[in-house]
């Protein structure tokens, strides 16, 4: 019988990680030793339990994935480093990190057929990298990579600090190709990798992988990530509406009134703009 796979979960977003831990656990052979919540508990639970492979998120507080990921670089040379599956919103520099001791990446949201893939490269690696300990040379090596990994993030972050926006926005609407004011834009939603934008007529699919990549053609002042599957515009909710266990729920001014619920780590944000 082959052995299960042991497994951290690190991920300041609780919903992010209850969401992978269901599906890593529906895999059936894998092992959720523990969940860590920042780049600090990160740290300490790596070395508190080796796991054969770490998911780990690239932005958090305090320390993120790639801090975290140069601490257990520098841990400790006689010990086998764990697999690293960076799990982040952001793909933008995504190949470049995955070379550095990192077996795949994983864009949120998460998708079970990417979640299997991911696991099946994990268990090649567990199998064919010899459980001996890791030599200078490639922890050296490693941390090389790594440093020309962040300096290219930091000269990246200077030259596109201010991204020009479209005023419109193109959408896929069966064979037909919108043209689409973004003010006109209700609401955006992602299901199963699919990107769904709602005007108050009409809808239709962005060419884009991620919320994250359509936000940044979009008005900062204007669009807010109400819920990771949800971007909405502000200027076109109808209405705030209480909801279980002091969380709220959005109505929009769409066609359909669709009701949009409010992550928990966003509720603060809802307060403060509109002073709730």
Known sequence: MVPKLTALIIDDEPLARQELQYLL?????????AQGSNG???VELIRE????????????????GFAVLKKVLSLDSKTRLPQIVFATAFDQYAVKAFEVNAVD?????????RVAKTLEKVRERVVTVQPEVSSPQATSTAEAKLDALLKMIEEQSTTSAAP??????VLRSGSRLLLVDQRDICFASIESGTI??????????????????????LDPEQFWRAHRSFLVNMQHIREVLPWFHSSFQLKMDDK?????????????????????
């Open 25 to 33: 656990e529906a895999e059936g052979d894998v092992e959720i030793l």
């Open 40 to 42: 600090i508990e990160a």
């Open 49 to 64: 339990h080796r796991p054969d492979v770490i998911f780990l998120d690239v932005r958090m507080p305090v320390l993120d």
């Open 105 to 113: 990446y994983l864009l949120k949201p998460f998708d079970s057929k």
């Open 164 to 169: 020009t926006r479209p005023g419109k926005i």
């Open 196 to 217: 769904t934008v709602v005007t108050r007529h009409t809808k239709g699919d962005a060419n884009c992988r991620t919320l994250e990549e359509l936000a940044e053609q």
């Open 256 to 276: 359909d009134s669709t009701e949009i619920p409010v992550s928990r780590s966003q509720t603060k944000r809802l307060r403060e703009l509109f002073n709730l």
